[in-house]
């Protein structure tokens, strides 16, 4: 947002940066990929024409996904004492960055269910975790002056929510962290 504001380069940089360190923490960080290609394509769609810059982001996604060469690493040395996931192919590499072990959780209910349980669920952990903030956050819609900013964080906040609300896992409430983040900012 700072970069769509000032037209920076380096913010963006550092944003491209700082998402790209994130793809090592956990798989749900992909669903900010379509808000995040929203606001460039909204905000300066040229850049992605410019060596420099489309270098420097390439340079920090490789950055951000060197960590998952540590479970090759470590499965392919012989004195490894444990594994909890052999990984010595490029294809069990793709099969461990993503979760291929919890797919059978992943997008798990109906759309039923998504609309009598999941979205209920989320309401009342909202409601129990934001309800001071929620008043501020309609005033902070109304006065957004960004359309595309706006966009931007509802973009955030439903994707995030559409992978969360469909995984079934018994801590589902961090998972909401992001969108209650949003909230905060709104």
């Known amino acids: 947002l700072r970069w769509r504001q000032t037209g920076e380069r380096r ?3 550092v944003a491209c940066g700082l998402y790209a360190a994130s793809f090592g923490n ?8 379509p808000a995040f290609a929203f606001l460039v394509l909204a905000t300066r769609w040229r850049v992605l024409r410019e060596p420099r810059s489309v270098a420097a982001v390439a340079g920090l996604v490789a950055l951000g996904l060197l960590p998952y060469g540590y479970p090759l690493w470590r499965s ?6 444990y594994l909890s996931m ?3 192919t490029f294809g069990e590499l793709w099969r ?13 209910f ?13 309401a009342r952990l909202w409601w129990a975790d934001c309800a001071l903030l929620l008043p501020f956050a309609v005033l902070g819609l109304g006065a957004f002056q960004d359309r595309v900013a706006g966009i931007f964080l509802g973009l955030v906040f439903v994707g995030h929510l559409a992978f969360t609300l ?5 801590d589902i409430d961090v998972y909401f962290i992001p969108a209650y983040l949003v909230t905060a900012v709104v």
């Open 96 to 108: 461990y960055a993503t979760g291929a072990s919890f797919r059978g959780s992943m997008f798990a």
């Open 110 to 122: 109906t759309p039923g269910q998504f609309v009598t349980e999941r979205l209920p669920q989320f």
């Open 26 to 33: 956990h798989l749900t960080t992909i669903t900010l990929l």
């Open 166 to 170: 469909n995984y079934d896992i018994p």
């Open 11 to 13: 913010a963006l940089i």
């Open 86 to 88: 052999s990984v010595t």
């Open 76 to 81: 392919l040395d012989p004195t490894t004492p």
